[in-house]
C-alpha cells in the first residue's frame, strides 16, 4: 500500500510546472496518531524551495492531482502543508486477503534484488564451547541474514574459523599439559593457558591416542623457562599489571616452543587437529540446534594455504601502503584515522592476525560480494576504520565495509560467577547450557529484543516462566490461540475457507477489529525497515504489539458464531493475524506452536 500512494503522490509532482528539474524523492511515513490518517507525506516543504512556492500551496496542488483510487478514502492538508491520507476499507481487506494468499511469502520484498551481502557472525576462535555472548551474535547475526533475504538481497552466510595462529598453539598446549594427568604425572600449567573442563575432557580423548608424547622427561626443566605471572594484589599498579601479563605471555611462548621441540612438528599438529575437531564439532552442533546455519565455515588456514594472505600483501605494497622497520612490515594504518600504523608481518616473516583479516575481506570481494557485513563484538570498535583502510589500500572501496557491534550479555543472577566470561580462563556460561535451561525459543527471542548495540540483562526467571509475562510465550501464544478456535471449529462440524469470507470483510466494524487490521498491514513495512536498519528488534517489538492487539480481541469477541457471513470474517482476520505472527517469529528464528 505505501508504495502505492507513493507512486500516487510521484505521478502528481510530475504534473506541476517546473518540476521535471527537480529531483526529490517521495518518501512517506506512518502516523502516529490514526486522526491525522494512516500515511503522512512532507514533500511540499522539500519542494518549497526549487518550486519557489509556499508548501500550503504545494501540497493542494498535489492533493488536487492525485487521482481517485479504492485504497484511499480522503486525502487532506494539515498543518505547513502536510498530506495526510486516509487508507479506505478495502484497502485493509485487500491486504487481509494478501497476507492469507501470500502465506509465508507475506511481507517479503524486493529492494535488495540484485545486491550480493556476505554476512559473516560468530566467528569465534575453536578454543573452546560458545558462550551466552557469542550466543547474542548467532541470534542477531542469523535473524540479520533472514530479514535480507526476506528483502530480496542475495545472502552468503559465513562463519570464519580462526584455525591458525598462537590461540591454536596455546589451546594445543593446554592440552597437552592436561594429557599428563591422566598417565599420573603432575605437570606445570601456564596461567594464561586454556583452563575448563572442556580441555580435560579433549585430554583425555588425546592420551588415548598418544601415550607415548606424556612422559615425564618430556617436561621442561623449570630452571630453563623464564618466569609466570603471579597473583597480584588489589592494589597493584596499571604497570604492575601489564608487567604481570608480559610475563605471562613470555612464560606461555616458552612453553609452546618447548612443547613443538619435544614433541615435533607432525605430532604437535596431531593434537592440536584433534583438539580442532572436537571444539569446532560442539561449536557447529550448538549452532545447528540453534537456528544458525552458516552457508560455509571459512578457514583462515585456507587462507594462507591459497596464498591469499600474499596477494594481499602484495596488493598493498603496490598502492605504497607498506613500509618496513625494524625489520617488520607496517601497515599505513594512520593514513586511514587509526591511531598509530600496524604490523603486518612480524620480524621473524610471519602474518599477523591483521593481514589474515585484510586478505580475508579482499578474498570475500574477489568471490563477488557487493556488500559485507561482519558482526563483531563491542570490543572491536576500533577495528573498523583498520579494515576499511585495509580495504582502500588494497584498491577496493571501504564503503562496502560494514559492521555491526553487537555488546555483551550478562545474565540476571545473584551469582557473580554467572557473570563472568572468559574462554581462556574457563569461566563462562555456554550456550548449551542457557538453550538447556530454558530453550531455544526464547534464547533467540531474548537475545535480540533490544538493538545490538546495548548491553543486555537476561532475565533467565523471566524467560524460564509459562506466563503472559514473557515476552515470546505472549505471542507464540498468540499463534497457538488461533489454532484452537479452528480446532473448535472443526470439532462443531463447520468449516472455513478464506476466499468465502472475502464478500463479508465490510462487517469486520469493532474498534478491536479495525485495531487489528491497522497493525496487521504494517507488517511489510516494519521487515523492509528492520533489515535496512539491521535492527531485528523491530520485529520483536512489532510482534508483541501485534499479540496484545490480538489478545484484546481474542476476550472481548467470539469467533464462532452463528451469523456465517460474520463467522467467516473474522476467521479470516485471526488467521491472517496467526500467518503474520508465524511470519515474523521465522523471521527471528523462533518457533509458532500449534498448542500451548
Avoid at 605494497?317 to 600496524?342: L, N, P, Q, V
Avoid at 574462554?423 to 533490544?450: C, Q, Y
Wanted: proline residues 4%; charged residues 25%.
Amino acid at each position: 500500500m505505501r508504495e502505492h500512494i507513493q507512486q500516487l503522490i510521484a505521478d502528481a509532482i510530475a504534473g506541476l510546472p517546473g518540476a521535471a528539474e527537480v529531483n526529490v524523492p517521495v518518501e512517506i511515513e506512518r502516523t502516529r496518531d490514526r486522526q491525522h490518517g494512516d500515511y503522512a507525506c512532507n514533500i511540499s516543504m522539500r519542494l518549497a524551495k526549487p518550486l519557489r512556492d509556499k508548501p500550503l500551496n504545494i501540497a493542494q496542488a498535489i492533493a488536487d492531482a492525485i487521482p481517485a483510487s479504492e485504497l484511499v478514502e480522503s486525502i487532506e492538508i494539515a498543518g505547513p502543508g502536510f498530506i495526510n491520507f486516509h487508507l479506505s476499507a478495502a484497502a485493509y481487506h485487500r491486504e487481509l486477503m494478501s497476507i492469507v494468499e501470500r502465506g509465508a511469502h507475506y511481507g517479503t520484498g524486493k529492494i535488495g534484488a540484485g545486491t550480493k551481502v556476505i554476512v559473516e557472525y560468530v566467528s569465534a576462535n575453536p578454543t573452546g564451547p560458545l558462550h551466552v555472548g557469542h550466543g547474542r551474535h548467532a541470534a542477531y547475526g542469523a535473524s540479520v541474514a533472514n530479514l535480507l533475504i526476506a528483502t530480496g538481497h542475495d545472502v552468503h552466510q559465513e562463519y570464519y574459523v580462526n584455525d591458525a595462529g598462537r590461540q591454536m598453539d596455546i589451546l594445543t598446549l593446554s592440552v597437552w599439559l592436561r594429557m599428563f594427568a591422566h598417565a599420573g604425572i603432575e605437570a606445570p600449567f601456564p596461567s594464561n593457558g586454556y583452563h575448563g573442563q572442556y580441555v580435560v575432557d579433549i585430554a583425555r580423548e588425546a592420551y588415548d591416542r598418544f601415550a607415548d608424547s606424556v612422559t615425564a622427561d618430556l617436561l621442561a626443566d623449570p630452571g630453563t623457562l623464564p618466569a609466570d605471572a603471579v597473583t597480584l594484589p588489589a592494589d597493584a599498579t596499571a604497570e604492575q599489571v601489564r608487567d604481570n601479563k608480559r610475563a605471562a605471555d613470555i612464560y606461555l611462548d616458552a612453553w609452546i616452543q618447548h612443547a613443538r621441540n619435544v614433541l615435533g612438528n607432525e605430532t604437535f599438529r596431531v593434537i592440536l587437529e584433534c583438539a580442532l575437531d572436537s571444539i569446532l564439532g560442539d561449536i557447529k552442533e550448538d549452532m545447528a540446534e540453534f537456528g544458525a546455519i552458516p552457508d560455509e565455515w571459512f578457514s583462515e588456514r585456507s587462507l594462507m594455504d591459497s596464498g591469499a594472505v600474499q596477494r594481499a600483501l602484495d596488493r598493498v605494497a603496490e598502492h605504497g601502503k607498506s613500509y618496513e622497520k625494524d625489520g617488520a612490515i607496517w601497515f599505513r594504518a594512520t593514513d586511514y584515522g587509526d591511531e598509530k600504523d600496524r604490523v603486518i608481518v612480524r620480524e621473524n616473516g610471519v602474518s599477523t592476525y591483521f593481514a589474515s583479516d585484510i586478505a580475508y575481506h579482499l578474498h570475500k570481494r574477489e568471490r563477488g560480494f557487493a556488500s559485507l557485513l561482519d558482526i563483531l563484538g563491542a570490543d572491536h570498535h576500533g577495528y573498523i576504520a583498520r579494515v576499511r583502510g585495509g580495504l582502500e589500500a588494497m584498491g577496493e572501496p571501504p564503503e562496502s565495509l560494514d559492521v555491526e557491534l553487537v555488546q555483551f550479555v550478562v545474565l540476571a543472577s545473584d551469582d557473580p560467577a554467572t557473570k563472568q566470561m572468559s574462554t581462556r580462563s574457563g569461566k563462562f556460561i555456554t550456550l548449551r547450557w542457557l538453550r538447556n535451561e530454558v530453550g531455544n525459543d526464547a534464547v533467540r527471542f531474548f537475545f535480540v529484543m533490544r538493538s545490538n548495540d546495548q548491553h543486555l540483562e537476561f532475565d533467565l526467571d523471566l524467560a524460564r516462566s509459562q506466563s503472559n509475562d514473557n515476552p515470546v510465550y505472549y505471542v507464540q501464544y498468540a499463534h497457538a490461540r488461533v489454532l484452537s478456535v479452528m480446532r473448535e471449529l472443526e470439532a462443531r462440524g463447520m468449516s472455513w475457507m478464506a476466499k468465502n469470507a472475502r464478500d463479508h470483510l465490510a462487517r469486520l466494524t469493532e474498534d478491536h477489529e479495525q485495531a487489528l487490521m491497522q497493525r496487521l498491514t504494517r507488517y511489510p513495512e516494519i521487515v523492509e525497515l528492520a533489515a535496512m536498519q539491521r535492527a531485528p528488534q523491530f520485529i520483536v517489538q512489532y510482534l508483541r504489539e501485534l499479540a496484545h492487539e490480538f489478545h484484546t480481541y481474542y476476550n472481548a469477541h467470539r469467533f464462532i458464531v452463528e451469523d456465517e457471513g460474520l463467522r467467516d470474517a473474522r476467521l479470516l482476520l485471526i488467521n491472517a493475524t496467526r500467518q503474520v505472527i508465524r511470519n515474523g517469529l521465522a523471521l527471528v528464528g523462533v518457533s509458532a506452536p500449534e498448542t500451548m
